[in-house]
């Protein structure tokens, strides 16, 4: 660089005085902050990580939130940035999911699908390695585009373009898979489904707002769902139809691997206003009703229950599905007589799809049967890996009061906070926590200008609370998982469907039921403080890193002291890290580190290696 002098000659600044005035900008800003602070060691560092940012913005300037792998191959960077990172898995484990590996399912029974079900390595067996993208993996592309278009190099299965053909679950095009939009009930695609239902089921007026989804399929009932203001949580097992949840999470649709079977299902009770089964051959009809009397303890009173496939209207379709008419007589009558148990008002039959409404006036329902007991009303919440029971959920415990449609429900108080079911939470300090996250919200985009455009569609907070991050950040364009942790002291995820969000029960110190690379962005709030001493901060980061995408985004707020860790921790996770203070003041022990995962895949991981040796 020149500078012009006062003869108007030109002449070279000195790079020694660059220096020192670097130096001194530097110097003056940490001495400045560490008279005003009050905390040790770690507040120091902290003022040291963030002064590059007041002193030159360098570190603004270096952390891009833009995608840019939307074609062809990167050459993948080793970190630079301190620490030698956790080597890459093998490409073979590219779509590895820790608790739903086929090899270990198939040592479980096969009854009641425990198989199927979650099944964690042991510490030992634990995988510590970065799970590679596959060749080519390009950026998805942005929703609404994605929920009718997939790059083929993400999730390059074709079976089910084969196996569901005629019913128009997915075609192969080339580079791209498209998703017509159809299903085994709804070939004609599942808007005119949707169509039909909502003649008796309100989906316009905001009453019906989350729908549970089992056996989903490619979730093409949730994608659709979307544009009429409407949420599915959708499952469906890791089987021989291989890709069904990647391929939903890879449109943008709310999905996780998961199976009705043994143990309850990861929700508090009352939690969806409509559960969908369509052709998603649950056996209703056995195990005593135990699987319609799960469906009806997180189906909230007022909600609707719909199934369509066999075996409704067996008479007129019973040939085609090649059973017996008995059987299927048989299995009807026998959820008819559930339903009616578990007070579940019959709306109508059409074709083959039948609709129940589970009733809000409990002194209509039949007495129960003496053979049949009623669940125990003593922490209803607690049902992470507990077996599921043949017995129906007290009234007691499906009180709460009205709901207001949404989106008047986002912003309404909870049901459950009006009446003091939460613990430590009063209406007042409710309203506080939600002015909390709109500034927290406000200050992450002041850094991520990307955070509410198109950019993030899948979104998933590890340490939800009552939605607040969520509600905050509230876009049609994308949506949040809401973990709420099974170590939290509160209990609130039944608060944050209340709110007309969804979200699930986790312990982080396992994987998390989906494939890798299914979020563009990560919220996690005090999840290492915690976890501190439960489980490895190391673990729960490499899970972050596999089930993040490609320049996918993180965001931690936490100690101090404890984001020093993970920061060194990420940097060697070909994560790119910059750190800032609390947005209310520099004083606080509270910082936000944001991450940016780099992009790298199988391939150009073996070229860089090969290229090194």
Not at 8 to 32: D, H, N, Q, T
Not at 429 to 445: D, I, P, Q
Not at 457 to 475: E, K, L, P, T, Y
Not at 563 to 582: P, Q
Request: hydrophobic fraction near 35%; glycine fraction near 8%.
């Amino acid at each position: 660089m020149a500078i012009k002098g006062n003869s108007g000659e030109y002449k070279a600044r000195s790079p020694l005085g660059m220096v020192i005035a670097v130096l001194l900008c530097c110097f003056f800003y940490v001495l400045g902050a560490w008279q005003r602070s009050g905390y040790g060691k770690g507040d120091r560092i902290a003022v040291a990580v963030t002064r590059q940012t007041a002193c030159s913005g360098a570190s603004a300037a270096g952390l891009s939130f833009e995608t840019h792998h939307t074609g062809g191959l990167a050459n993948a960077t080793t970190s630079g940035l301190g620490g030698e990172p956790p080597p890459p898995c093998a490409a073979a484990l590219a779509d590895h999911t820790p608790c739903h590996d086929q090899d270990r399912a198939m040592k479980f029974p096969r009854k009641n699908m425990v198989y199927r079900e979650r099944h964690c390595p042991s510490d030992g067996e634990r995988l510590r390695c970065l799970v590679p993208a596959p060749p080519g993996y390009v950026t998805p592309f942005p929703w609404p585009k994605s929920r009718d278009y997939v790059p083929y190099a993400n999730a390059p299965y074709k079976s089910l373009t084969v196996e569901k053909a005629v019913q128009n679950w997915v075609q192969y095009e080339g580079a791209v898979f498209r998703f017509p939009g159809g299903g085994t009930q709804f070939p004609h695609g599942a808007d005119k489904y949707i169509d039909q239902l909502a003649s008796v089921v309100p989906f316009a007026d905001g009453s019906v707002r989350t729908v549970l989804d089992t056996g989903c399929g490619v979730a093409s009932l949730g994608a659709y769902l979307d544009s009429r203001g409407v949420m599915a949580m959708s499952f469906a097992p890791r089987d021989s139809h291989e890709a069904q949840v990647q391929f939903a999470l890879e449109r943008g649709v709310p999905a996780f691997i998961g199976v009705l079977g043994s143990v309850k299902l990861p929700f508090p009770p009352r939690s969806f206003d409509m559960a969908h089964c369509s052709r998603c051959l649950i056996p209703w009809s056995g195990n005593g009703g135990m699987y319609m009397m799960e469906v009806d303890r997180v189906l909230r009173p007022g909600g609707y229950w719909v199934l369509s496939g066999p075996p409704i209207n067996w008479k007129a379709n019973h040939r085609k599905w090649e059973r017996a008419e008995e059987d299927l007589a048989g299995e009807q009558k026998r959820i008819e007589e559930y339903a009616q148990m578990l007070c579940w008002e019959k709306v109508t039959e059409m074709d083959e799809i039948g609709v129940w409404r589970k009733r809000t006036d409990t002194a209509a329902c039949p007495a129960m049967p003496p053979a049949v007991r009623a669940c125990d009303p003593a922490n209803p919440d607690d049902v992470w890996y507990k077996n599921m029971e043949t017995c129906i959920t007290p009234s007691s415990t499906a009180a709460g009061g009205e709901l207001q449609p949404f989106p008047e429900r986002l912003k309404a108080i909870p049901p459950r906070i009006s009446s003091g079911a939460v613990q430590g939470f009063t209406v007042e300090s409710y309203e506080e926590e939600k002015r909390r996250w709109e500034r927290h919200v406000k200050a992450y985009t002041k850094v991520n200008y990307k955070l509410d455009t198109k950019r993030y569609r899948n979104i998933m907070d590890m340490n939800a609370g009552v939605g607040g991050f969520a509600a905050a950040i509230f876009s049609p364009m994308s949506w949040v998982m809401n973990v709420v942790p099974t170590a939290a002291e509160l209990s609130t995820l039944g608060v944050i469907y209340e709110r007309g969000l969804i979200g699930i029960y986790h312990d982080w110190c396992e994987a998390f039921s989906t494939y890798p690379r299914t979020y563009d962005l990560i919220h996690a709030n005090g999840v290492f403080s915690l976890y501190r001493d439960k489980c490895k901060m190391e673990d729960i980061l490499l899970e972050m890193d596999r089930i993040l995408r490609p320049e996918g985004t993180v965001i931690l707020r936490d100690d101090i002291d404890i984001l020093l860790r993970v920061d060194k921790v990420a940097m060697g996770m070909r994560w790119k890290t910059m750190m800032v203070n609390h947005e209310d003041s520099p004083h606080i022990r509270e910082k936000v580190l944001y991450a940016v995962k780099r992009y790298w895949t199988a391939d150009s991981d073996k070229s860089s290696q090969e290229k090194k040796d």
